[in-house]
Nanobody
Framework: QVQLVESGGGLVQAGGSLRLSCAAS????????MGWYRQAPGKQRELVAS???????NYADSVKGRFTISRDNAKNTVVLQMNSLKPEDTAVYYC?????????WGQGTQVTVSS
């Protein structure tokens, strides 16, 4: 298994920014699609953003233009930069690593956006 450790969540006012980081314990990271998901209370977990091994990114419509996902294969790290945050972005954010035969999740980090 691969351990994923997230950091960077917290409380921010609407319009503010947060930077989430996820570090993987193994170098299989560089062969994996990395994603950030979120789950708000009473809602299903949803994909926020993903990035392929070659750096191609994909975003949920609700975060396009506000969030940016990036990866550093040398550091086994994926980052989600979140700008112009809205109260509806409030959720637990999870890092995900997906490759052949392996799908791992981080423990989650809380993001709370106050209005």
């Amino acid at each position: 298994q691969v351990q994923l450790v997230e950091s960077g969540g917290g409380l921010v006012q609407a319009g503010g920014s947060l930077r989430l980081s996820c570090a993987a314990s193994k170098s299989i990271f560089r062969f994996s699609v990395m994603g950030w998901y979120r789950q708000a209370p009473g809602k299903q977990r949803e994909l926020v953003a993903s990035i392929t091994t070659s750096g191609t990114s994909n975003y949920a419509d609700s975060v396009k233009g506000r969030f940016t996902i990036s990866r550093d294969n040398a550091k086994n790290t994926v980052v989600l930069q979140m700008n112009s945050l809205k109260p509806e972005d409030t959720a637990v954010y999870y890092c995900n690593l997906n490759t052949v035969g392996l799908n791992s999740w981080g423990q989650g980090t809380q993001v709370t956006v106050s209005s």
